[in-house]
C-alpha cells in the first residue's frame, strides 16, 4: 500500500474539507495542492489510459507543510528528511500504528539522488514520554535500515511483521510460541519476537556500564542537537565536522554547563558522545575542599586495583610491575618522594597478604601528611596544566576577545552555575578553570567506570587509542532476557546461548539468566618474515657472508631469534641506506578474524536484526547439510549419536528427511539467495571470568561458509583447514576465531607467551596444548557493530587521479626517466588522460544541451534540451539541500531566458556547475569494484611454509636448515595459495565476485584478459599500493562485495584487513550475440559495434515474438534498427562511451603489462620489502665487504633525491 491509498482510505481525497470522526482533517485535492503549492507540486500522469497524481514535497520545505500532513495525521510535527516511497510508506504506517500520542518526527520529500544511488543518510527522531528512568532515542537511517541506534533493525522486516500481524495476528503469536514464547496477547508476542519495539525498552541502561554502576545518564544525541551555538546564541551548524574550532569549544563549555562531559574518542571519530554526570558531580568537582576528599578516594582505588591485580598474577600488563594509576603517575612525576612512600606501604600490604588491605589503604591515606602532600601536588599540577589550557583558549582560541557573543551563548550558565558570571574577565577565567578541572576529573570517573583503572596506561590519550570504548561501536548488542531467551530458543548448533555467567561465583555455567557470552578462540598471526625476507635478502645481499652467517644463525637459535630478526633488519637497512622498517615482525591477517554462522545470527540478532526469515533460511541450508555431512562420515558410534541428537534438537527433523524450511514449510534445497554482509566489530571490557583481566577486539569478520569447505553434493572436502576450523568452532561453543593482531589491549600481551599459545599443526588440526588464555568469554553487552559492508555490486569505481599521478612521477629519477620505454608510456599515458577528460567535457555538453554557436562565438543552451537541463540542475539543487529561493531563481531564469552566461556568475551557480563537472568529468566513474579486502587465510589449503622454506633454501643456498617457527616446533596457521608477487611472475592472484553478466569459470576463459585487473589503494601515496592482480576464482554471491588477496599484501602495501577497501578497474567490455564478454578494443569499429548491438537487439525480439531469425527480414526494419542506434544523440554517446572504454582497456593493458615489471615493493615512508622485475646490467662495488654480484648496482647516498612525497622513488636503482 503506498501512502496514496493510505491517504485515500483515510478520506484525504474526499470533496469535503471537514474533521472526521477521528479529529483528522480531511482535504480534497484541489485544497491540498493550494495548500502546499509554494512547497511542492502536484505530478499528474497517464498510464495505460489511467491518469494518476503523485504529491511530491521539496526537500527545502518549510514546517507548514508539516503541519498540513500532521493536521490530518492528528500528531506534533518536528520535522527531518526521508528520502524514498518505501520507505516513507513504512514510516508512516508505524507513525499511525505504534505512535499512538508520541510525537513522531517524519517529512515526506522528493527522492535524493546519489553517486552510488544510495539514500542520503538523515535522522529520523522518535521520541518517547521522558522520565528518570527512560531515555530519548536517536533513529538513525542507513540505506534501508531505520533503528534508534538501529535497535529496529532491518525496518522492512518489521514493517511487513506489523502487516501480517493486522492481517493475521495468529501468525505473530504462532511464529512466537515457535520461539519460546508461552502467552496469548498479540502485542506480548510482537515484543517477545522484537523487543526493540517495546516503549518501555531501554536499552542504554542495559548496556553501558556507566548505567550500570553510576546514576549518569548516557546521552547519545549528536552534541548539535542538545545545545545551541553560533555567536548570536542560534543554531546555525548542523554537522559537527562544520564547527570552527572556537564554535566546538564553545559547544563543550555550553554542555558542560548542562552537565555534560565528553567521553574520550579515537582522533578520527568525529563522532562526539556524551555523559551526563549533572550538577552534583560539577558542584563536587569544584568545590575545592570537596574535591581533595574525592582525590583521595581516586588514589587509594588505584592502589587497591594494583594490588587486586598483584594478587590474582594477571600482572604482567602492569608497567614494569611498578604501582601505576592516572593520578599516582602524577605524584611519580611531580613529587617522588611521596610517590616513593607510598609504594613502600603497598608493597608491605602486598607482603603481609593481609585481606583487610581495602581499610588500611584508606587509613595511610588519610594522614594528614599523606593527604596534604597528595592534594598539594595534585592542586599544582592543575594550576599548572590549567595556565597551558588557559593561554590556548585565550591566545588560540580567542575566548574572551568575543566573550560577549560566544560566552553568552552558554544555556543555563546563571542558573546551573554557583559562581556567576558578572561579564569581567576574571569570571570567565574562573569558569574555565572550573570547565577544565571538573572535566580532568570527569575523565578519571569516566575510565574507573568504562575500563576499572587502565593503570597500564600512562595518560587517558593512550588509553582511548588502545581501547575504542564501549560507546564507540555505532550499534552495541541487546542483551535483554528477552532476546536471550529467544536466542536460546532457536537452538542453534554450538549451544553457545547457553554460557552465561554465574554473577556470585564469576563462573561460566549454563544457567538461565544473567550476562551472555561470545567465547572467541585466539591463535597466532602469520609473520611476513615466512614469506618475504628471504626474498629480500637475496636481492639485496646475495653473497654477502654477513648474511649468510645470520641465516645459519637464526635456525640455529630459535630462543633469540627476534634479536637475529633485528640484526638481519639494520644489515638491509646499512645497504640500502634506507629505512628497511619492521616488516619481519608484521602480521599477515592484521585485524581479522573468523565468525562461525552461528556467530554470524547472533550477533545480528543481538545488533538489532530481527530478520530471522531472511538469515536463518541460509544458515538452515549450510548448517544441516553440513551437519549431514559429519553424521555420515563419523566413524565413532557415540559422536554420531551426539551429532544426529544435535541435528534434531536444531533443525526439529531427522536428518534422514528432507529439510523443512520452517518460514516457508517447503523443502529447502538450494541455498537461499541472500547475502550475508562482513562485519566490522569492537570489544571492550573485561574477561567474563577474570574481572581483573580486560581484553579488546578490533577486528573485521570473514565468515566461515561450510560451503566453500565441503562440497555438498560431492561430499567432497575442499578446505581442510577451514573445515577444521568450523569443527572448533562448533564443538566448543565459540563464535569467533581471531588472530592475536585483533585482539588488543592487555590480553595481547599475555598471548605473546609461547607456551600459552594455540597452534595449527600441519594436518589443519588445533593443538591445545597448554592453551591458556586463548579461549576467551566476554560478555555480549560489550561487543558492538561498528560498521556493516552492505553489498551492492554496482561494479563502478573512481578513477585514481592519485593513482595516475603515482604512475607518472615514480617513472622518473631527478627529472630523467628510469628507461625509454617507461617514458614512452608516459606520454601515451598523459594523452589517454587528455583524451578521458575530453570525451567525459562532450558527454557533459551533450547530456547539458550545451553547443558552440560560431557565429555568437559562445556556448548556447539548445532549446529543445532546455527542459532536460533545467531538471538536471534542479535535481542536483535538490540533492545539495540548495535553499528555496536560489531553486526558485533557476526556474525563473531558465523560463525567461536562453544565454548561457546569464547566470554563470552566480557563485552558487558555480559551486553547482563545478559539482555537475567534477562528478561527470573529473570524478567519471570507471567499471569496476570498491572491494573489502579480506585475507587467503582459511579460503584455500596450502602446504605449511616449514617445508616451502625448507625447499626454497635448499635449491637458492644449497643449504639444509630445520626452520622452526614456534617454540612449539609446529607450524602456524597460514596462507592460501594464492601467487603473489615474485620475479617470475610479477603479479598477484585475487578471488572476488563475478563482475561480468554471465557466470564465467575461469577455466573457460579464452581471453586471459578479461582475468587482469588493476587494483590501488585511496589515497595512494605510493607504487606499493597500486596491484597488478589476476582473478584466479569467483566467489558466490552470498559472499558480497569483498576481495580475497594473498595475506602478504598487508607487508606491501602497509595494509590491513580491518575494512580496508581496494578500487578495482575493470576492461570494459560489451556482450555478443552469446552473452559472452567481449573486449573493446582497437580492432572493432563502430560500425561492428553497431552489427553486434543490432545482433542482440534481433536475438531478443525474436525471443519475444517466437519468430525466427530471418536472413531476409525487411530492409525497413533494420532502417528502423539502425535509426534507433543511430540518431544523433545516440550516436554522440555511444561514440564516446566506447572510445572512453577503449582508454580504460588501454591504461588496464599499460598498467598491468608495463608497470607491472616497477612493482615497488616499499611502504609511503620509504620502507622496503623488495625491489623486483627491473633488468639491471650495470655494477658498482659500493662497499668493498659486500658483493651485491653483477647484476645490481644500489646508490648508496639517497639524500640527494627527491623523497618519495616529492615524486621521488624509494629505493634508487640505477641501469
Known sequence: MTVRDMLREEGFGNNNTIKDENNHYVYNNEQFKEKVKPYGYIKEKEVNGVITKEFKINRNASSDVLNVVAEFLGIDPIFVFETTDEVRDRLLFIAKDLAEDKKVIFIFSDDVPSDQNTLVNEYVKFEVEKDKDSLPVILSLEGDRLSPLHYFGYIHHIFNTLKNMKLNPDRIIELANYYGYEGTSEIDALYYLYPQLNPKFNPFRKNSLLLENNDATFDIYNAIGITLIGEQGEQTISNYRDLNLLDREVLWLNLWAQGYYKLPRPSDSHQERFVHFGDEFRNLITDKESRKTQTLKYISSEIEYYIKVKRSGNYIHVTDNQLEGLLINILKTFNSNLYNKIVDFTNTLLNTNDEKYVEKIETFIERSEISDSINLTIEDYLNTSFEAYRSYMIDTVGLISRKNNVMDSIIGVENKLVNKITGNDRDYITFLKNYYISNFYAKIEIFKLLLNNPVEYLDVRNAVKRFNMTASPKRIQDTSESLSKKLVSLHLLDDADDLYLNPETSEVQDIPNHHPIIRTLVVDDIRVIQSNWLELSEVLLDNDPEFQNLLNKYNKDLVNNENIDEDINNLIKYVSDTNAGSYINMTETDGFSLISLDGVIRIMLRDGSPDLGKYL???????????????????????????????????????????????????????????????????????ADNLQLHTGYKTALGIAWPSFAIDF??????????????ITMLDNKTSIISFYSANKSITSKLNKDGEKNIIVQEDGNFNFVNAINNYQDTYAKYWGVQVITTTNHGFISPFGTQMAKQIISNIYDTGQPINEELAEYTKKYLKLISTRLQLSMDLLRNKLGIKYNHTLQRYVLDNNSKQDL???????????????????????????????????????????????????????KVFGLQAFQHPSTFIKDRNTYEAHLKTYIKENYNIDVELKFSKLGTPYLVSSDLNFYSKDSPVAQVILPNFYKKALDIKSVKDKRLL??????????????????????????????????????????????????????FYNVFYDINGNPVIIDKNITYEDYLEEMSKIYFNITDNLFSVEIDNERPFKDWEQIRTILSNEDYDLDVSISQKFSLYINELVDDVTDVFSDYITYTDDEGNICAEEGLVINTNTDINANIDLGSEWEIVKDLKNYPSHEEGGIDLNIKS
Do not use: C, H
Open 1012 to 1065: 587482469k585487473i588493476i587494483g590501488f589503494r585511496i589515497p595512494t601515496s605510493g607504487l606499493n599500493l597500486i596491484e597488478n592482480f589476476e582473478v584466479a576464482g569467483f566467489l558466490p554471491d552470498t559472499y558480497g562485495d569483498i576481495i580475497i588477496v594473498p595475506s602478504a599484501i598487508v607487508a606491501k602495501a602497509d595494509s590491513d584487513f580491518d575494512i580496508d577497501t581496494l578500487y578495482l578497474y
Open 617 to 687: 533460511e541460509l544458515y538452515f541450508y549450510e548448517m544441516s547439510n553440513l551437519m549431514k555431512w559429519r553424521i555420515e562420515n563419523e566413524a565413532d558410534s557415540d559422536k554420531k549419536a551426539d551429532l544426529i541428537k544435535r541435528y534434531e534438537k536444531t533443525f526439529r527433523s531427522s536428518y534422514k528427511e528432507k529439510f523443512i524450511n520452517p518460514f516457508t514449510k517447503e523443502p529447502l534445497t538450494k541455498a537461499p539467495n541472500i547475502e550475508l554482509p562482513m562485519l566490522k566489530l569492537q570489544y571492550a571490557g573485561p574477561i
Open 713 to 726: 553434493e560431492t561430499g567432497e572436502i575442499k578446505n581442510k583447514n577451514l573445515l577444521n576450523s568450523i
Open 870 to 924: 533545467m531538471n538536471l540542475l534542479l535535481q542536483e539543487i535538490d540533492r545539495r539541500g540548495f535553499e528555496l529561493n536560489f531553486r526558485n531563481k533557476v526556474i525563473q531564469w531558465f523560463n525567461n531566458n536562453d544565454d548561457v552566461s546569464g547566470i554563470i556568475n552566480d557563485t552558487m551557480f558555480q559551486n553547482l556547475l563545478f559539482g555537475i563537472l567534477k562528478n561527470d568529468v573529473t570524478s567519471r
